[in-house]
Each structure stands twice: as structure tokens, then as C-alpha cells.
């Protein structure tokens, strides 16, 4: 009888926002290890100057909202390595997590790249067409998925990965903005420090459902829905 061994198939998955704070520490802990090799020091040095030209451009209403002081990222690397106050600001932990997942993604590949600059991930990425395969990114993960899937070599990475840093900057500051708004209005929930969205693990629909009852029977004013199952 003839046997078939089946290859591996290797398909780059980029998570969301979310994660245990013991998985971001060594993930931090890791990109500042990935930030020692040129391509990484010069995707992380880019992305920093283009955080202090999107800072630039906010009103000073905006600068105020957003609760970030300059003083505190005055070098590249507190990007990565930030006090705890940033852990729950949208716009801080969202440029943080694409700035891992890209730095570890480029300095995985970038180590073995072709003679013409192109990323081998691109060639695997093409193997996999035929399953239907390619990358995957959930949540804030879909931005640096997007990257990967439009970059073909070293360069394209970065170049795509400066503007694509921009968008999670941008998607941070209009996120904190609705949180607040929505937040604020909600006779509820004055402190618009608190987060606007809860992940149930292990809770069907009919659960949570129930749970939504029982908080609209005591409390009156904006009450949560179910956003993804």
C-alpha cells in the first residue's frame, strides 16, 4: 500500500488585543531581543518617528483626551517598554502589539532572505493557494496581516508596516474617543476609564443573553449587546 505523508502547512496567525499579561511581557521581552538586528531597528526607529509625527497632527483637545504625555516615550523602545499606566489605553496597547507581531514576523524571516531582498514567507504564503491558505489575523491581528500578505520582500515590509502603524495609531485615537463619548453619556458608567468591551470565554449565547437580562432588569441607560461570537 502506497503511503502519503503530508507536509506541514505554515500559516502566519496574528492575534488581537486581549492577551495575559504574562504572555505580553515576554512577548515585549522578545521584541526588544528582535529590535537588536538591523531590519528590526529600522522598522522600530520609523514606526517611532512616524508615532511623533501622528502626535503632531492631534488638536490640543485631542492631545489632552488621549492621555499620553510625550515625556514618556522620548526614546524608540518605550514603544515596547512602557509604564503600566499605558496598559489599557487603545492607543498605546494597539501600536505596541502590531510593533511585536511585526518585528517577530520580520526578524523570523528577514534572517533568510533570498538574494533578491524577497521574503521566503512569500513563496510559502503562494503554496499554500491551492488550500485556500494564506495568513490570518483576528481583531487588531488583521492589521499586521495585511502587511504581510501585501509585502514581498524586506523593503515592501517596512515601507507597508510605517503606514500600517499609522492606521493602528489612528484606529487607537478614534476608539478612545467613542469609548469616552459612549462611556460618559451613559448615566451608568460615569468613569470613562473603564473598558467598553468585555471578552466571555466559555459563555454560549444563551448565557450571555441571560446575563444582559438580568443587568437591564436593575440598571437603566445604554446596555451592552453582543458584538462576535
Not at 1 to 17: A, I
Not at 133 to 148: D, N, R, Y
Not at 200 to 223: N, Q, T
Request: charged residues 15%.
Amino acid at each position: 500500500m502506497e503511503k502519503h505523508t503530508s507536509l506541514p502547512v505554515t500559516v502566519p496567525l496574528f492575534s488581537g488585543q486581549g492577551s495575559p499579561t504574562t504572555a505580553l511581557v515576554l512577548a515585549r521581552q522578545q521584541a526588544l531581543h528582535d529590535i537588536q538586528f538591523p531590519p528590526g531597528h529600522l522598522l522600530l526607529t520609523s514606526c517611532y518617528e512616524a508615532f511623533h509625527a501622528e502626535m503632531s497632527r492631534l488638536s490640543q483637545h485631542e492631545l489632552s483626551a488621549s492621555c499620553i504625555s510625550l515625556v514618556d516615550f522620548q526614546e524608540a523602545r518605550s514603544l515596547l517598554s512602557f509604564s503600566s499606566f499605558y496598559e489599557h489605553n487603545p492607543i498605546i496597547s494597539g501600536v505596541s502589539l502590531f510593533l511585536i507581531q511585526s518585528l517577530r514576523y520580520l526578524a523570523y524571516f528577514s534572517g533568510s532572505t533570498t538574494e533578491d531582498n524577497s521574503l521566503p514567507c512569500s513563496e510559502i504564503l503562494r503554496s499554500n493557494s491551492h488550500r485556500h491558505l494564506g495568513v490570518m489575523g483576528f481583531s487588531s491581528g488583521i492589521i499586521t496581516a495585511c502587511v504581510v500578505a501585501a509585502s514581498s520582500s524586506v523593503v515592501t515590509f517596512i515601507s507597508n508596516a510605517v503606514e500600517a502603524f499609522r492606521l493602528a495609531f489612528w484606529i487607537g485615537v478614534r476608539s478612545m474617543q467613542e469609548r469616552t463619548k459612549e462611556l460618559q453619556s451613559a448615566l451608568v458608567f460615569p468613569e470613562s476609564g473603564m473598558p467598553w468591551s468585555v471578552v466571555c470565554v466559555g459563555l454560549s449565547k444563551p448565557d450571555v443573553l441571560r446575563l444582559i437580562s438580568d443587568f437591564e432588569s436593575e440598571v437603566r441607560g445604554s446596555l451592552p449587546y453582543i458584538q462576535e461570537i
